[in-house]
Protein backbone atom coordinates (compact mmCIF):
# COMPACT_ATOMS: atom_id res chain seq x y z
CA UNK A 1 0.00 0.00 0.00
CA UNK A 2 1.33 3.61 -0.97
CA UNK A 3 0.20 6.77 0.49
CA UNK A 4 -1.91 8.38 -3.08
CA UNK A 5 -1.94 11.98 -0.88
CA UNK A 6 -5.42 12.03 -0.47
CA UNK A 7 -6.62 13.74 2.50
CA UNK A 8 -8.13 10.52 3.83
CA UNK A 9 -5.27 8.40 2.80
CA UNK A 10 -2.91 9.99 5.33
CA UNK A 11 -5.39 11.25 7.96
CA UNK A 12 -3.81 8.93 10.66
CA UNK A 13 -0.61 10.79 10.06
CA UNK A 14 -2.01 14.59 10.48
CA UNK A 15 -4.22 12.81 13.71
CA UNK A 16 -0.72 11.57 14.69
CA UNK A 17 1.40 15.14 13.95
CA UNK A 18 0.51 18.70 13.83
CA UNK A 19 -0.48 19.28 10.11
CA UNK A 20 2.64 21.58 9.29
CA UNK A 21 4.74 18.62 9.77
CA UNK A 22 3.11 16.68 7.38
CA UNK A 23 3.86 17.34 3.74
CA UNK A 24 3.06 15.90 -0.34
CA UNK A 25 4.84 18.32 -1.41
CA UNK A 26 7.11 17.03 -4.45
CA UNK A 27 10.09 19.33 -4.05
CA UNK A 28 10.13 18.15 -0.05
CA UNK A 29 9.46 14.29 -0.95
CA UNK A 30 12.01 14.43 -3.91
CA UNK A 31 14.84 16.01 -1.70
CA UNK A 32 14.06 12.85 0.78
CA UNK A 33 14.67 10.43 -2.68
CA UNK A 34 18.46 10.72 -2.35
CA UNK A 35 21.14 11.04 0.38
CA UNK A 36 24.67 11.86 0.03
CA UNK A 37 26.01 8.93 -1.90
CA UNK A 38 22.56 7.99 -3.72
CA UNK A 39 21.49 10.05 -6.85
CA UNK A 40 18.46 7.72 -7.70
CA UNK A 41 16.05 6.67 -5.29
CA UNK A 42 12.47 6.29 -4.94
CA UNK A 43 10.20 8.90 -3.95
CA UNK A 44 8.58 8.68 -0.76
CA UNK A 45 4.28 9.22 -0.73
CA UNK A 46 4.85 11.72 2.17
CA UNK A 47 7.67 13.22 4.54
CA UNK A 48 6.77 13.46 8.38
CA UNK A 49 9.19 15.34 11.14
CA UNK A 50 7.81 13.53 14.34
CA UNK A 51 9.38 15.62 17.80
CA UNK A 52 9.03 12.86 20.83
CA UNK A 53 8.73 9.32 20.85
CA UNK A 54 5.08 9.35 21.36
CA UNK A 55 4.13 10.89 17.92
CA UNK A 56 6.81 8.38 16.47
CA UNK A 57 5.18 5.22 18.07
CA UNK A 58 1.84 6.91 16.32
CA UNK A 59 2.72 6.83 12.60
CA UNK A 60 4.78 3.60 13.20
CA UNK A 61 1.55 1.51 14.54
CA UNK A 62 -0.74 3.73 12.05
CA UNK A 63 1.76 2.58 9.31
CA UNK A 64 1.98 -0.85 10.00
CA UNK A 65 -1.52 -1.18 10.46
CA UNK A 66 -2.28 -0.17 7.11
CA UNK A 67 0.64 -1.71 5.34
CA UNK A 68 2.93 1.32 4.62
CA UNK A 69 6.46 1.25 5.13
CA UNK A 70 8.37 3.68 6.67
CA UNK A 71 12.05 4.68 6.03
CA UNK A 72 13.78 6.84 8.86
CA UNK A 73 15.86 9.78 7.06
CA UNK A 74 18.25 12.57 9.12
CA UNK A 75 20.61 14.24 7.53
CA UNK A 76 21.03 12.36 4.53
CA UNK A 77 25.01 12.36 4.58
CA UNK A 78 24.92 8.32 4.34
CA UNK A 79 26.76 6.94 1.29
CA UNK A 80 25.06 3.21 0.66
CA UNK A 81 21.30 4.89 0.33
CA UNK A 82 20.80 3.54 4.11
CA UNK A 83 18.04 6.65 4.40
CA UNK A 84 16.79 6.45 0.63
CA UNK A 85 13.02 4.94 0.56
CA UNK A 86 13.16 1.36 -1.36
CA UNK A 87 9.21 1.02 -1.70
CA UNK A 88 7.88 5.00 -1.31
CA UNK A 89 6.10 5.28 1.47
CA UNK A 90 6.56 7.93 4.75
CA UNK A 91 10.03 9.18 5.15
CA UNK A 92 10.36 9.57 8.99
CA UNK A 93 12.88 12.66 8.66
CA UNK A 94 14.41 12.81 12.46
CA UNK A 95 15.85 16.01 12.28
CA UNK A 96 13.46 18.14 14.42
CA UNK A 97 14.07 16.00 17.34
CA UNK A 98 17.18 17.57 17.85
CA UNK A 99 18.06 18.41 21.94
CA UNK A 100 20.61 17.58 24.03
CA UNK A 101 18.40 16.84 27.03
CA UNK A 102 20.75 16.30 29.36
CA UNK A 103 24.55 16.10 30.87
CA UNK A 104 25.74 14.05 33.66
CA UNK A 105 29.40 15.08 34.06
CA UNK A 106 29.84 12.98 37.38
CA UNK A 107 29.00 10.07 35.78
CA UNK A 108 30.41 11.27 32.03
CA UNK A 109 27.82 11.05 30.39
CA UNK A 110 25.14 12.48 28.26
CA UNK A 111 21.83 11.84 27.10
CA UNK A 112 20.58 13.12 23.52
CA UNK A 113 17.76 12.73 20.68
CA UNK A 114 18.54 11.17 17.32
CA UNK A 115 18.81 14.17 14.89
CA UNK A 116 21.59 15.68 17.50
CA UNK A 117 24.72 16.45 15.11
CA UNK A 118 28.58 15.76 16.35
CA UNK A 119 29.00 19.79 16.83
CA UNK A 120 26.74 19.95 19.38
CA UNK A 121 27.51 16.79 21.08
CA UNK A 122 31.15 18.15 21.42
CA UNK A 123 30.01 21.53 22.62
CA UNK A 124 27.78 19.98 25.48
CA UNK A 125 30.62 18.04 26.28
CA UNK A 126 33.24 20.47 26.36
CA UNK A 127 31.30 22.94 28.74
CA UNK A 128 32.37 19.89 31.61
CA UNK A 129 35.59 19.37 29.90
CA UNK A 130 34.78 16.22 27.70
CA UNK A 131 34.22 14.93 25.02
CA UNK A 132 32.30 12.17 22.94
CA UNK A 133 35.98 10.04 21.30
CA UNK A 134 34.39 7.85 18.71
CA UNK A 135 33.03 10.71 16.46
CA UNK A 136 33.54 10.22 12.83
CA UNK A 137 35.08 12.45 10.66
CA UNK A 138 31.93 13.20 9.15
CA UNK A 139 30.56 14.02 12.66
CA UNK A 140 29.89 17.52 11.53
CA UNK A 141 27.43 17.37 9.08
CA UNK A 142 25.74 13.86 10.60
CA UNK A 143 23.25 13.38 13.18
CA UNK A 144 24.12 10.59 16.14
CA UNK A 145 20.97 8.37 15.25
CA UNK A 146 22.49 7.98 11.57
CA UNK A 147 26.06 7.13 13.37
CA UNK A 148 24.12 4.52 15.75
CA UNK A 149 22.48 3.19 12.49
CA UNK A 150 25.36 2.68 10.70
CA UNK A 151 27.56 1.29 13.79
CA UNK A 152 29.59 4.14 12.45
CA UNK A 153 33.20 4.54 13.37
CA UNK A 154 36.23 7.33 12.84
CA UNK A 155 39.54 8.66 12.45
CA UNK A 156 40.14 7.75 16.28
CA UNK A 157 38.85 4.42 16.54
CA UNK A 158 42.39 3.13 17.06
CA UNK A 159 42.47 4.12 20.04
CA UNK A 160 38.98 4.75 21.59
CA UNK A 161 37.04 2.22 19.47
CA UNK A 162 33.52 2.67 17.11
CA UNK A 163 30.19 4.86 18.16
CA UNK A 164 28.48 1.13 19.23
CA UNK A 165 31.68 1.34 22.12
CA UNK A 166 29.90 4.55 23.51
CA UNK A 167 26.09 3.85 23.78
CA UNK A 168 25.11 3.17 26.67
CA UNK A 169 21.38 2.93 26.66
CA UNK A 170 19.01 3.56 23.88
CA UNK A 171 15.13 3.92 23.73
CA UNK A 172 13.64 2.81 20.44
CA UNK A 173 9.99 2.14 19.36
CA UNK A 174 9.60 -0.42 17.18
CA UNK A 175 7.36 -1.21 14.02
CA UNK A 176 4.20 -1.62 15.91
CA UNK A 177 4.41 1.57 18.06
CA UNK A 178 6.17 -0.77 20.70
CA UNK A 179 8.81 1.53 22.93
CA UNK A 180 11.59 -0.48 24.59
CA UNK A 181 14.34 0.56 26.12
CA UNK A 182 17.80 -1.49 25.68
CA UNK A 183 20.87 -1.31 27.40
CA UNK A 184 21.56 0.90 31.05
CA UNK A 185 23.03 3.40 32.19
CA UNK A 186 25.69 1.20 34.27
CA UNK A 187 28.70 1.36 32.14
CA UNK A 188 28.16 -2.81 32.26
CA UNK A 189 25.45 -5.24 32.36
CA UNK A 190 25.04 -8.96 32.02
CA UNK A 191 20.63 -8.51 32.60
CA UNK A 192 19.26 -10.52 29.45
CA UNK A 193 19.75 -10.28 25.83
CA UNK A 194 21.88 -7.61 24.68
CA UNK A 195 19.11 -5.35 22.41
CA UNK A 196 21.15 -2.20 22.61
CA UNK A 197 23.76 -3.92 20.19
CA UNK A 198 21.83 -5.77 18.31
CA UNK A 199 20.33 -2.12 17.35
CA UNK A 200 23.47 -0.16 16.60
CA UNK A 201 24.54 -1.00 13.21
CA UNK A 202 20.55 -2.03 12.23
CA UNK A 203 19.93 0.62 10.17
CA UNK A 204 16.27 1.37 10.98
CA UNK A 205 15.71 -1.70 9.87
CA UNK A 206 14.04 -3.24 13.50
CA UNK A 207 13.32 0.35 15.55
CA UNK A 208 13.85 3.89 15.03
CA UNK A 209 16.17 5.35 17.99
CA UNK A 210 14.49 8.15 20.26
CA UNK A 211 17.13 8.89 22.77
CA UNK A 212 20.27 7.82 22.95
CA UNK A 213 22.89 7.48 26.55
CA UNK A 214 26.53 7.97 25.29
CA UNK A 215 29.37 7.57 27.12
CA UNK A 216 31.93 10.53 27.66
CA UNK A 217 35.61 10.78 28.13
CA UNK A 218 37.91 13.25 30.02
CA UNK A 219 39.43 15.79 27.21
CA UNK A 220 43.26 14.67 27.20
CA UNK A 221 45.85 17.38 28.25
CA UNK A 222 48.25 16.89 25.64
CA UNK A 223 47.36 16.79 21.85
CA UNK A 224 50.39 16.50 19.13
CA UNK A 225 49.76 15.48 15.30
CA UNK A 226 51.27 15.79 12.47
CA UNK A 227 52.34 13.91 9.18
CA UNK A 228 55.08 11.57 7.92
CA UNK A 229 56.06 11.15 4.53
CA UNK A 230 57.55 8.03 2.49
CA UNK A 231 59.40 6.67 -0.58
CA UNK A 232 56.39 4.25 -1.85
CA UNK A 233 52.87 3.66 -0.55
CA UNK A 234 54.10 0.04 -0.08
CA UNK A 235 56.82 1.50 3.19
CA UNK A 236 54.06 3.86 4.52
CA UNK A 237 51.32 1.07 4.60
CA UNK A 238 53.89 -1.13 5.83
CA UNK A 239 54.99 1.67 8.62
CA UNK A 240 51.45 1.69 9.71
CA UNK A 241 51.27 -2.04 10.32
CA UNK A 242 54.11 -1.85 12.33
CA UNK A 243 52.94 0.86 14.59
CA UNK A 244 49.87 -0.93 15.27
CA UNK A 245 51.60 -4.46 15.72
CA UNK A 246 54.10 -2.59 18.16
CA UNK A 247 51.36 -1.28 20.42
CA UNK A 248 52.07 2.48 19.45
CA UNK A 249 49.23 4.28 21.48
CA UNK A 250 48.28 6.42 18.36
CA UNK A 251 44.78 8.43 18.56
CA UNK A 252 44.82 8.79 14.80
CA UNK A 253 46.97 7.37 12.17
CA UNK A 254 45.37 7.75 8.50
CA UNK A 255 46.62 6.73 4.77
CA UNK A 256 46.63 8.88 2.18
CA UNK A 257 48.51 8.37 -0.98
CA UNK A 258 49.81 10.30 -3.81
CA UNK A 259 46.21 10.34 -6.10
CA UNK A 260 44.83 11.76 -3.12
CA UNK A 261 47.24 14.31 -1.90
CA UNK A 262 46.86 15.99 -5.36
CA UNK A 263 43.32 16.24 -5.23
CA UNK A 264 43.09 17.32 -1.70
CA UNK A 265 45.54 19.95 -3.11
CA UNK A 266 43.13 21.13 -5.79
CA UNK A 267 40.12 20.95 -3.35
CA UNK A 268 42.02 22.62 -0.30
CA UNK A 269 44.58 24.96 -1.65
CA UNK A 270 46.85 22.74 0.82
CA UNK A 271 50.25 22.39 -0.26
CA UNK A 272 50.57 18.69 0.23
CA UNK A 273 53.84 17.13 -1.62
CA UNK A 274 52.52 14.86 -4.25
CA UNK A 275 53.92 11.62 -2.35
CA UNK A 276 51.95 9.14 -0.02
CA UNK A 277 51.81 10.00 3.25
CA UNK A 278 50.16 9.15 7.30
CA UNK A 279 49.03 11.31 9.45
CA UNK A 280 49.51 11.26 13.14
CA UNK A 281 47.80 12.42 16.42
CA UNK A 282 48.63 11.47 19.80
CA UNK A 283 46.51 11.71 23.21
CA UNK A 284 47.56 11.88 26.32
CA UNK A 285 47.86 13.28 29.93
CA UNK A 286 51.31 12.86 29.82
CA UNK A 287 54.38 11.22 28.64
CA UNK A 288 53.50 12.30 24.93
CA UNK A 289 56.67 13.24 23.55
CA UNK A 290 58.01 9.63 24.31
CA UNK A 291 55.08 8.22 22.29
CA UNK A 292 55.85 10.36 19.35
CA UNK A 293 59.37 9.08 19.35
CA UNK A 294 58.31 6.04 19.60
CA UNK A 295 56.36 6.09 16.56
CA UNK A 296 59.01 8.00 14.66
CA UNK A 297 61.89 5.22 15.41
CA UNK A 298 59.25 2.79 14.03
CA UNK A 299 58.57 5.03 10.49
CA UNK A 300 62.12 5.28 10.42
CA UNK A 301 62.86 1.75 10.03
CA UNK A 302 60.76 1.82 6.49
CA UNK A 303 61.90 4.75 5.20
CA UNK A 304 60.07 7.63 6.66
CA UNK A 305 61.11 10.47 4.37
CA UNK A 306 60.42 13.36 7.09
CA UNK A 307 58.68 13.15 10.07
CA UNK A 308 57.05 16.09 10.95
CA UNK A 309 54.83 17.20 14.53
CA UNK A 310 52.65 20.47 13.33
CA UNK A 311 52.24 23.49 16.05
CA UNK A 312 48.73 23.23 17.35
CA UNK A 313 47.57 26.15 15.76
CA UNK A 314 48.18 24.19 12.27
CA UNK A 315 46.27 21.24 13.34
CA UNK A 316 43.12 21.86 11.96
CA UNK A 317 44.53 23.14 9.05
CA UNK A 318 46.74 19.53 8.65
CA UNK A 319 43.53 17.26 9.13
CA UNK A 320 40.90 19.68 6.43
CA UNK A 321 43.42 18.09 3.86
CA UNK A 322 42.00 14.79 5.25
CA UNK A 323 38.57 15.52 6.33
CA UNK A 324 37.65 17.08 3.18
CA UNK A 325 38.92 14.07 0.73
CA UNK A 326 35.59 12.34 0.08
CA UNK A 327 34.73 16.19 -1.00
CA UNK A 328 37.85 16.93 -3.04
CA UNK A 329 37.76 13.45 -4.75
CA UNK A 330 34.10 14.13 -6.48
CA UNK A 331 35.39 17.46 -7.45
CA UNK A 332 38.56 16.17 -9.28
CA UNK A 333 37.51 16.33 -12.49
CA UNK A 334 34.24 17.16 -14.09
CA UNK A 335 34.49 14.53 -16.67
CA UNK A 336 35.04 11.78 -13.89
CA UNK A 337 32.19 10.25 -11.48
CA UNK A 338 33.26 8.48 -8.66
CA UNK A 339 31.44 4.89 -8.45
CA UNK A 340 30.44 3.28 -5.21
CA UNK A 341 31.95 5.01 -2.56
CA UNK A 342 34.59 1.76 -1.58
CA UNK A 343 34.79 1.08 2.30
CA UNK A 344 36.31 -2.19 3.21
CA UNK A 345 37.98 -2.94 6.28
CA UNK A 346 40.55 -6.35 6.75
CA UNK A 347 42.96 -7.78 9.81
CA UNK A 348 45.78 -5.41 9.74
CA UNK A 349 48.88 -7.28 8.34
CA UNK A 350 46.34 -7.37 4.91
CA UNK A 351 46.15 -4.01 4.61
CA UNK A 352 48.92 -3.06 2.37
CA UNK A 353 48.70 -6.20 0.37
CA UNK A 354 44.82 -5.10 -0.08
CA UNK A 355 46.02 -1.18 -1.07
CA UNK A 356 48.56 -2.99 -3.23
CA UNK A 357 46.45 -5.04 -4.75
CA UNK A 358 43.77 -1.96 -5.42
CA UNK A 359 46.62 -0.02 -6.88
CA UNK A 360 48.00 -2.57 -9.32
CA UNK A 361 44.54 -3.73 -10.74
CA UNK A 362 43.53 0.08 -11.10
CA UNK A 363 46.81 0.09 -13.10
CA UNK A 364 45.91 -2.94 -15.19
CA UNK A 365 42.45 -1.69 -15.58
CA UNK A 366 44.11 1.97 -16.21
CA UNK A 367 41.37 3.50 -13.74
CA UNK A 368 42.38 6.24 -11.35
CA UNK A 369 41.66 4.73 -7.67
CA UNK A 370 42.60 7.01 -4.65
CA UNK A 371 43.12 5.22 -1.51
CA UNK A 372 42.70 6.67 2.37
CA UNK A 373 41.06 5.78 5.10
CA UNK A 374 41.54 4.62 8.99
CA UNK A 375 44.96 2.94 8.67
CA UNK A 376 44.92 2.06 11.85
CA UNK A 377 42.03 -0.38 12.12
CA UNK A 378 42.62 -1.86 8.76
CA UNK A 379 39.45 0.53 6.95
CA UNK A 380 40.18 1.37 3.29
CA UNK A 381 38.72 3.87 1.22
CA UNK A 382 38.90 4.03 -2.27
CA UNK A 383 36.99 5.61 -5.17
CA UNK A 384 36.94 3.97 -8.81
CA UNK A 385 36.74 7.23 -11.31
CA UNK A 386 35.25 6.53 -14.34
CA UNK A 387 33.58 8.53 -17.33
CA UNK A 388 30.32 7.74 -17.35
CA UNK A 389 29.71 8.37 -20.89
CA UNK A 390 32.47 5.58 -21.41
CA UNK A 391 30.28 2.41 -20.98
CA UNK A 392 33.06 0.17 -21.30
CA UNK A 393 35.36 2.30 -18.86
CA UNK A 394 32.02 2.10 -16.33
CA UNK A 395 31.66 -1.81 -16.53
CA UNK A 396 35.71 -1.89 -15.42
CA UNK A 397 35.23 0.39 -13.11
CA UNK A 398 32.59 -1.51 -11.39
CA UNK A 399 33.90 -4.63 -11.58
CA UNK A 400 37.19 -3.36 -10.23
CA UNK A 401 35.08 -1.91 -7.18
CA UNK A 402 33.69 -5.39 -6.57
CA UNK A 403 37.16 -7.24 -6.80
CA UNK A 404 38.47 -4.95 -4.27
CA UNK A 405 35.57 -5.86 -2.07
CA UNK A 406 35.46 -10.12 -2.52
CA UNK A 407 39.39 -9.70 -2.01
CA UNK A 408 38.38 -8.17 1.51
CA UNK A 409 35.99 -10.60 2.28
CA UNK A 410 38.24 -13.07 1.31
CA UNK A 411 41.12 -12.33 3.37
CA UNK A 412 39.09 -12.16 6.48
CA UNK A 413 37.59 -8.44 6.41
CA UNK A 414 34.43 -7.07 5.69
CA UNK A 415 32.57 -5.38 3.01
CA UNK A 416 31.78 -2.52 4.52
CA UNK A 417 33.74 -1.17 8.05
CA UNK A 418 31.33 1.79 8.60
CA UNK A 419 29.34 3.19 6.35
CA UNK A 420 26.74 0.14 6.57
CA UNK A 421 25.11 -2.42 4.52
CA UNK A 422 21.95 -0.42 3.30
CA UNK A 423 21.37 -0.99 -0.40
CA UNK A 424 24.70 -0.57 -2.46
CA UNK A 425 26.32 -3.94 0.44
CA UNK A 426 23.55 -6.00 -0.10
CA UNK A 427 24.82 -8.48 -2.75
CA UNK A 428 27.71 -9.25 -0.76
CA UNK A 429 26.13 -9.88 2.24
CA UNK A 430 25.66 -13.45 1.93
CA UNK A 431 29.20 -13.85 0.90
CA UNK A 432 30.76 -12.68 3.99
CA UNK A 433 28.49 -13.98 6.19
CA UNK A 434 27.63 -17.59 5.23
CA UNK A 435 23.65 -18.30 4.00
CA UNK A 436 22.82 -19.51 7.52
CA UNK A 437 23.90 -16.26 9.66
CA UNK A 438 22.00 -14.57 6.96
CA UNK A 439 19.22 -16.49 7.24
CA UNK A 440 19.66 -15.69 11.26
CA UNK A 441 19.43 -12.25 10.50
CA UNK A 442 16.27 -12.55 8.66
CA UNK A 443 14.52 -14.31 11.45
CA UNK A 444 15.50 -11.40 13.84
CA UNK A 445 13.42 -8.74 11.01
CA UNK A 446 10.65 -11.02 10.53
CA UNK A 447 10.28 -11.10 15.18
CA UNK A 448 10.51 -7.65 15.24
CA UNK A 449 8.87 -6.35 11.87
CA UNK A 450 6.85 -8.74 10.66
CA UNK A 451 4.97 -6.50 8.92
CA UNK A 452 8.30 -5.11 7.24
CA UNK A 453 7.69 -2.03 7.64
CA UNK A 454 10.74 -0.41 8.94
CA UNK A 455 13.50 0.42 6.03
CA UNK A 456 12.62 -2.47 3.25
CA UNK A 457 14.50 -3.18 0.67
CA UNK A 458 18.24 -2.90 2.70
CA UNK A 459 20.34 -4.90 3.70
CA UNK A 460 19.07 -8.44 2.53
CA UNK A 461 20.20 -9.43 -1.10
CA UNK A 462 17.18 -10.60 -2.22
CA UNK A 463 15.56 -7.05 -2.19
CA UNK A 464 18.07 -6.32 -4.63
CA UNK A 465 15.25 -6.99 -7.51
CA UNK A 466 13.39 -4.40 -5.88
CA UNK A 467 11.14 -6.76 -3.94
CA UNK A 468 10.59 -6.06 -0.41
CA UNK A 469 11.66 -8.07 2.20
CA UNK A 470 9.94 -11.00 2.26
CA UNK A 471 7.37 -10.83 5.95
CA UNK A 472 5.76 -13.90 7.45
CA UNK A 473 2.94 -15.12 6.01
CA UNK A 474 -0.50 -14.80 7.91
CA UNK A 475 -1.35 -18.18 7.20
CA UNK A 476 1.79 -19.43 8.32
CA UNK A 477 1.57 -23.23 10.59
CA UNK A 478 4.47 -21.56 13.02
CA UNK A 479 7.19 -23.53 10.66
CA UNK A 480 8.32 -19.96 9.59
CA UNK A 481 6.92 -20.10 6.00
CA UNK A 482 7.65 -17.21 4.16
CA UNK A 483 5.46 -15.11 1.29
CA UNK A 484 6.81 -12.54 -1.30
CA UNK A 485 4.86 -8.87 -0.25
CA UNK A 486 5.79 -7.50 -3.23
CA UNK A 487 6.61 -3.79 -3.50
CA UNK A 488 4.81 -1.11 -1.98
CA UNK A 489 2.74 -0.69 -5.51
CA UNK A 490 1.17 -3.59 -5.40
CA UNK A 491 0.27 -4.38 -1.68
Known sequence: MTIDGTPDDHAFLTEALAEDRVTTSDDVRDAHATDWGTDDGTTPDAV??????????????????????????????????????AHGGISLDLTRMGEVLDVRPEDHQLDVQPGVMGPAIEEAAAEHGLFFPPLPSSGDISTIGGMIANAASGMQTVKYGEVSDWVLELEAVLADGSVITAGSKAVKTSSGYNLRDLLVGSEGTLAVVTRATLELAGRPEQIRGGRALFPTLADATAAVTDAVQSGVDVAKIELIDATSARMSNDYTGADLPDEPMVFVEFHADHGVEEEIAFCESIFEAHGVEAFEIAEEERMEELWRARKDLAFAIRSFDPALEPLHPGDVTVPISEYGPLIRYAKERAAEEELLVPCFGHAGDGNVHYSVLVDPDDPDQVERGEALHAEIVERAIDVGGTATGEHGIAQGKREYLVREHGEATVEAMRAIKRALDPTDTLNPGKIFPETADGDRVRAIDPGDDGAGALSDTGTSEET
Open 48 to 85: VWPTTTEEIAAVLAGATERGIPVTPYAAGTSLEGNPVP
